[in-house]
């Protein structure tokens, strides 16, 4: 099944003919006790640095805890590390699989900042202690490659979305089809304010994608458009200043979103999912929201 698509006519498949895959059942997430702006690597930390409110992002951060909590997910938390401000971010240093047997693998990050680097190794000896069999892309073919917030795995099958441009290379898309044994359908991004593939792509079921549409090449919505059955579009400002692409739908039906996207969340209530909306306004100050804050791992 190893196959990188970069274009919707070499798409010669439709989700049903995918291999199903389970649902995570557990969700990581690192506390923000060291979490700050402390440089610039995304446009979204520009007027920010050492302007965060810990005691806020604090209760921000335990009330989204909480929430995956009450929906009956194990939540395994790790301690932050000194000097690692965005490893709260826990999206980003990996990639986690289970594979037709059962076995659980991860494939860990290549970060593209400097700054972030050192976060990779923290959550690769979690991964250890849970038994997931580490694997690692070639660094000297392979020059960034930033996890779950460029890689996304359709809801329930043995399909990835990868997004590149930015923190994330195309070559390491080669590698990690090959290694995982699944196609990967690669979409370019084009704006550096969308730098993630998780701030501009919400995959929220096996039918239904939230998107901001503009952060895509034409070849990328074409593709987006061929393999959902329903696509709902983000308006600029509730995408760029509210982060409203950056949800998380970890059931297919229960979706989590920064607060106050009135027109995201009333176009998910017609679609039938429920909204549960959380204050992030802390964490978007570093260029993350609800997405970026966890690990859905099985």
Known sequence: MANVITSAKDINFTIS?????????????????????????????????????????????EHLRDGYKELGFNVHVLE??????????????SLPYIDENGVRKVIMSIMHSDQRKNEVSHIEKFYEELGY?????????????????????????????????????????????????????????????????????????????????????????????????????ATSYEAEKLFAVNAGCPDGKNVFIQQGCTDVTQKLRDAKFSVHEFSTYEFIKSGGSVFCMKMMLW
């Open 80 to 93: 932050g590390q000194k000097g690692l401000p965005d490893m709260v971010f826990c999206a980003n240093q």
């Open 17 to 61: 003919d995918l291999p199903t895959m389970p649902a995570p059942s557990r969700v990581l997430m690192v506390k923000p006790t060291y979490f700050d702006v402390e440089y610039v690597i995304n446009p979204h930390m520009e007027g920010h640095v050492g302007g965060v409110d810990k005691m806020q992002a604090k209760n921000e951060w």
């Open 133 to 233: 069999k580490i694997m690692y892309l070639n660094s000297d073919k392979v020059d960034d490659f930033e996890g779950m917030g460029d890689g996304l795995w359709h809801f329930k099958r043995r399909l990835l979305w990868g997004g590149y441009g930015y923190p994330s290379s195309l070559k390491a898309y080669e590698q990690i089809s090959e290694k995982l044994d699944v196609p990967v359908i690669t979409l370019e991004l084009k704006s550096e304010s969308f730098y993630h593939l998780d701030t501009c792509l919400s995959i929220l079921n096996e039918k239904t994608a939230l998107i901001y549409a503009d952060a895509f090449t034409d070849e990328g919505l074409e593709m987006i458009h061929k393999l959902f059955d329903t696509v709902i579009e």
